[in-house]
């Protein structure tokens, strides 16, 4: 089995904190955005298009990639941060995020050059998509896979449910879900608002490999992913347990940056914990 | 146009727990979205009669049906399209039986920086299509607490949607609201401005400072009420004018404006303008930005009334 090497999983974990700082540094000039869920995924987005995914860098709309799909598009910033850091967006205009004129808008605009094959924000939508690409894959005998990244609030939508059936029912092995496991929606935890546990009992149910993960461990991520892509006659779901604004202690484990911009002392603060990581991290 | 004033939803939100005790059959639902709408302060009065569904607008306006055939009346809320889109089908189930449902939502027409997914500019078609719902659009504050006590006196199904942010106040605090029939802001009879919602605190200002420069009198109506619209009264209104330039935030390909337009042409030639977003999903953009793009401003106003006036 292929595992990341310390070397391998230093240089992302410095890259990932860069995207965190790009998208701390977007929000923050934009003064709006979702800084919460989009510090909390970064690290699944970007090991999947650097170390997972089959993708041409050279050319995002290569026929033969394999498809993202962000269905949580609130996380826009995350995924802009990646694709700029893969070389697909050019990064001077990260900092355009949400201006008018802009190509990054609030939320992902389906854009074939930047590599975003569907516009989301509505939340619910993106498991019911990647259902059909999984199919259409399979009809077209492209070994092609579709990974949909999910939020957990956002795992409250039916259609969600749905699609959980579908892609069990049509065996579409060549899908992964990601869950962002972080136990935060907008107006509390997601077991406050609606009740979501034994989750992964939900999915096993539902006839889904299940697979478990710490994700802010790369490691075992990584291991995750090359599992999922094993598996034949079952989609797989990974359970991702994240932490909501991770690297930036004032905002993790809360709702109060879901939806909020940092002020200018929250920003100077933010940039200067990362900053810290990394340099811990470098010296090591 | 945008003031420092109370937003809508902010008086919203107080109006229902300031007066959920009036309607013992009242409660609340919303979908994971409650801190944004402000029923929050409807679920800190009254926790028993609030229900979050999460991010589940089917379940939630499914639900109300269960609520409202047992008795109850259910005022839901959340994102106008989310809340008007996702659910449809089930609202329009809620008109199909004429049940007592209140929608209620935030962020109708152009929400700023979270963009064109967010966006509502299609929700008065779908709501407009939908036979015994009543559909308010308050153009400021005073007006949206009378159109709150309206719909929860009256039975059946009710649509109201709050556009973003705060409006200049246009009425007085004895404002009373007469549902269905258009409110004379100001008498005129080169041109007559309707405004819907936002529209309506903008064509007053900008007919103060186009009378005052040029020498035209410029009618202004609030039209409030999209449906049902008293026909007559709408009628008689318009007697005395030939142009007119309705003001909506929505997609005017089918909108606020398409139905005017029809209602009026069918008893009367006019020419009508409707300015509003033309078959767009929008973008993101602060909010002053894209109302600017989008032709909400006095200059373009006076555009558009010097060319319907020149015809
Ligand atoms: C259909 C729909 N309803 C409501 C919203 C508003 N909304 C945006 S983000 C969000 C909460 C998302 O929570 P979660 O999926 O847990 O995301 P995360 O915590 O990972 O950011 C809500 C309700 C939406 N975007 N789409």
Redesign the interface.
Known sequence: MVVLSASEEKELLIDILEIKKDILTMIYK?Q??HPGGSLSCANLIYLLYKKVMKIDSQNPAWKERDYFILSK?HAAPALYAVLSKIGFIDRSELFTL?????TL???P?KNEQLGIEV??????MGLSIGVGCALAAKLDKNNRRIYVVLGD??L????TWEAAMAASHYKLDNLTAIIDRNGI???GS?EE??ALEPLAEKWKAFGWNVIEVDGSNLGELFEGFNKSKNIIRKPTVLISYLIKGSDVSFMEHTKKYHGRPPSKQEYTSAISEIDQIIETISVK | MLMNEKLLRDAFGDFLAQNGDHYPELVVL???????TRT?RFAQRFPRKFF?????E??MMGAAIGFAISGKMPVVSGFS??TT??AWEFIRLICHDNLNVKIITTHGGLV???????NALEDLSLMGTLPNISILIPSDIIELKEMLKCALNSNGPFYIRLPRGSFQTIHNPHFKLHMGSPEILKEGKDICLIGIGSGASLASTAAEIIERDRKISIKVINLSTIKPINVPTLISALKNVNKIIIIEEHNTYCGAGSILTRIISEHTPKLIKVLGIEDSFG????RV??LE?YGFTLQNLLIQMNKILDR
């Open positions: 934009a709006s955005g598009g949400r201006q008018l004129g802009s808008q609030g939320h605009i516009s989301t924000g509505s939340l619910g609030g956002e409250n939508e039916g259609s929606q907008i107006d997601t608002v609606m | 919303d979908a994971d979205l409650s801190s944004s929050n979050n569904f999460g991010i589940a089917q379940n399209i989310f889109g996702r700023g920086e979270d963009g064109s997914t967010h973008e993101s953009g602060s930005k894209l793009k």
